[in-house]
């Protein structure tokens, strides 16, 4: 069985910094594409991030991109994203998800990922 726990959110002012956190537990972690997704209230989840099994591939949502940056430690099992220049609209309930098959791109959609965790939640004041 697959765990995932997520943390390091929180609340922060417009143009601040925050790093999330994903430790993963249960499987080889090295071998599986790993993503974070967001979902603010009222809204679907949307994607936000993803990294290839070895880190050499990544894949940003147009939203985030040149602000957000996501990155593993496979040492380690675990998947990191780093937000700068945070924005109100990013407020959201952030989750980590691992895919079911090994060695895939990292893909933006929610059914590669077959595990997730509970969340942790991003709040970013104006």
């Known amino acids: 069985q697959v765990q995932l726990v997520e943390s390091g959110g929180g609340l922060v002012q417009a143009g601040g910094s925050l790093r999330l956190s994903c430790a993963a537990s249960?499987?080889?972690?090295?071998?599986?594409?790993m993503a974070w997704f967001r979902q603010a209230p009222g809204k679907a989840r949307e994607f936000v991030a993803a990294?290839?099994?070895?880190?050499?591939?990544?894949n940003y949502a147009d939203s985030v991109k040149g602000r957000f940056t996501i990155s593993r430690n496979n040492a380690e099992n675990t998947v990191y994203l780093q937000m700068n220049s945070l924005k109100p609209e990013d407020t959201a309930v952030y989750y980590c998800?691992?895919?079911?098959?090994?060695?895939?791109?990292?893909?933006?959609?929610?059914?590669?990922?077959?595990?997730w965790g509970p969340g942790t939640q991003v709040t970013v004041s104006s």
């Open positions: 998800a691992a895919d079911r098959t090994p060695y895939r791109a990292p893909g933006a959609t929610t059914a590669q990922y077959d595990y």
């Open positions: 249960g499987r080889a972690f090295h071998l599986y594409a």
């Open positions: 990294i290839n099994w070895s880190g050499s591939n990544t």
